[in-house]
């Protein structure tokens, strides 16, 4: 069916889409529609189920929760890790799913940063998330480096999106760690990660990515990518919860580097209730956890992550991509008076999950679409954020959320609301 502007198209194109199914699986609000997974992925029943049975087991097991039950909490995070591994093109020992994506930053920094002669310096760049720059910085100065030197960071020409060859031609022979996002978080822009690893790879840097906007959202293959370390948060687009337990990934040519930040559940597992003073790390990535998992924040990734294993990511990237494209060709059309700029890649190849809509009156506008009931975020000073989600939005969502932006600026009614954010989204 060729292209057109009319609600019918859409609901059309849901109805051949064969991840439909998938939505009656989620809680999505009844009265609006969610358009902010790429912030905060919503719950699943799946999801919901195994933190119950996890909760369940607490309350009937107690301490032995750690060795029997549903799902025995002492391997959850290696469980969890090879659920994990598919999505981002790892082996499952080179993943373990622990910390946050904050905290799993200053672990693989602080294990993989190793200042040495004229090799003193980190490469980041000026788009990415500041808890990686504030966490970079501190890592600076924990060795008694000034960030103001030592942290590089590649800029971008337009406030919106990185050049690889600016970040290659910044690969100089002070640099020892290159730590960069998969996708920005603003403008989605994929970065090409194969490209900067083997650059860096050329020029004897490590190289380590936050994928914290690509996990769940676009395919990987960090393992024959060559890619050092990966860092990422499960709370996204992997839909595990509010502050669920993070992701790491470490290439197997580094398994037996010691851990920056040791704590016993690096221990291979067979040692760590022997207590000795000595620790013994797991000769995989699990080498890299510290102190004991947050069960409860882990346990309904088991249900949700059990999704995206069932479908494959290339079957969740398909849909994605044809969600965000149809979206850019309504906004082309439907928004073209209304002064909005699309801040994300046309190309497919170069998006991630999400568009950015940019516009002067952007933190109103998304005000008044919440008042219509569609959960957007706003980033400041002037983006918009919609991610329609594979798994859990329609084509009929999307015509649905430009078609009220439409009336909203046809009507002025952001006029009605301050045009200053608000505290989260
Ligand atoms: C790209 C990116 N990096 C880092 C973070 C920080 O994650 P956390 O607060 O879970 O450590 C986030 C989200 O909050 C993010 O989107
Ligand atoms: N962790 C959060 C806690 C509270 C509110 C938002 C977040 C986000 O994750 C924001 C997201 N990282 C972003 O790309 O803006």
């Known amino acids: 069916m060729a292209q057109d502007f009319t609600r019918t198209y859409a609901e059309t194109r849901d109805a051949s889409d064969t991840l439909a199914p998938y939505r009656g699986e989620f809680y999505l609000p009844t009265d609006g529609i969610y358009m902010d997974g790429n912030s905060l992925g919503l719950l699943s029943k799946r999801a919901e189920q195994t933190l119950l049975e996890s909760l369940n087991d607490w309350k009937e097991l107690g301490i032995d929760g750690w060795m029997s039950g549903r799902h025995p909490w002492f391997n959850l995070s290696e469980q969890l890790a090879a659920l994990n591994a598919p999505l981002i093109g790892a082996r499952a020992?080179?993943?373990?799913?622990?910390?946050?994506?904050?905290?799993?930053?200053?672990?693989?920094?602080?294990?993989?940063?190793?200042?040495?002669?004229?090799?003193?310096?980190?490469?980041?760049?000026?788009?990415?998330?500041?808890?990686?720059?504030?966490?970079?910085?501190?890592?600076?100065?924990?060795?008694?480096?000034?960030?103001?030197?030592?942290?590089?960071?590649?800029?971008?020409?337009?406030?919106?999106?990185?050049?690889?060859?600016?970040?290659?031609?910044?690969?100089?022979?002070?640099?020892?760690?290159?730590?960069?996002?998969?996708?920005?978080?603003?403008?989605g822009q994929i970065l090409d990660m194969a490209r900067l690893a083997k650059a860096a790879h050329e020029r004897d840097i490590l190289i380590g990515f936050d994928a914290c906007h690509s996990v769940g959202a676009i395919p990987h293959a960090f393992h024959d990518w060559g890619v050092d370390f990966a860092y990422w948060c499960n709370y996204k687009h992997l839909n595990g919860g509010p502050g669920s337990v993070g992701g790491l990934f470490v290439h197997e040519r580094h398994f037996g580097t010691t851990p920056g930040l040791a704590g016993w559940f690096g221990s291979r597992k067979d040692k760590?209730?022997?207590?000795?003073?000595?620790?013994?790390?797991?000769?995989?990535?699990?080498?890299?956890?510290?102190?004991?998992?947050?069960?409860?924040?882990?346990?309904?990734?088991?249900?949700?992550?059990?999704?995206?294993?069932?479908?494959?990511?290339?079957?969740?990237r398909e849909k994605s991509l044809a969600l965000t494209t149809y979206m850019t060709t309504l906004i082309d059309e439907v928004l073209a008076p209304y002064g909005f700029v699309i801040g994300s890649p046309r190309s497919e190849t170069q998006r991630g999950a999400h568009l950015s809509l940019e516009h002067p009156e952007a933190a109103r506008i998304c005000k008044a679409l919440k008042q219509h009931r569609v959960i957007p975020d706003f980033r400041a000073p002037n983006i918009i954020r919609l991610a329609p989600v594979a798994l859990y939005n329609t084509f009929t969502d999307v015509y649905d959320v430009v078609m009220t932006l439409q009336t909203i600026m046809e009507n002025k009614e952001y006029e009605a609301f301050e045009n200053v954010r608000e505290v989260v989204a």
């Open 272 to 316: 760590q209730f022997d207590m000795d003073h000595t620790m013994t790390p797991a000769d995989h990535a699990g080498a890299f956890q510290i102190g004991t998992p947050h069960v409860l924040s882990l346990a309904p990734q088991l249900g949700a992550l059990e999704m995206f294993n069932e479908v494959g990511m290339d079957a969740i």
């Open 93 to 187: 020992e080179e993943v373990m799913v622990t910390g946050s994506t904050t905290v799993n930053l200053h672990q693989l920094v602080a294990s993989f940063f190793k200042p040495e002669g004229k090799r003193t310096k980190i490469l980041a760049d000026t788009l990415t998330f500041p808890s990686d720059i504030y966490a970079l910085k501190s890592q600076l100065e924990l060795r008694g480096l000034d960030p103001a030197e030592h942290l590089v960071q590649v800029s971008s020409p337009d406030g919106r999106y990185l050049k690889e060859e600016d970040i290659i031609a910044a690969m100089t022979d002070d640099i020892a760690l290159i730590v960069l996002p998969t996708v920005l978080y603003r403008s």
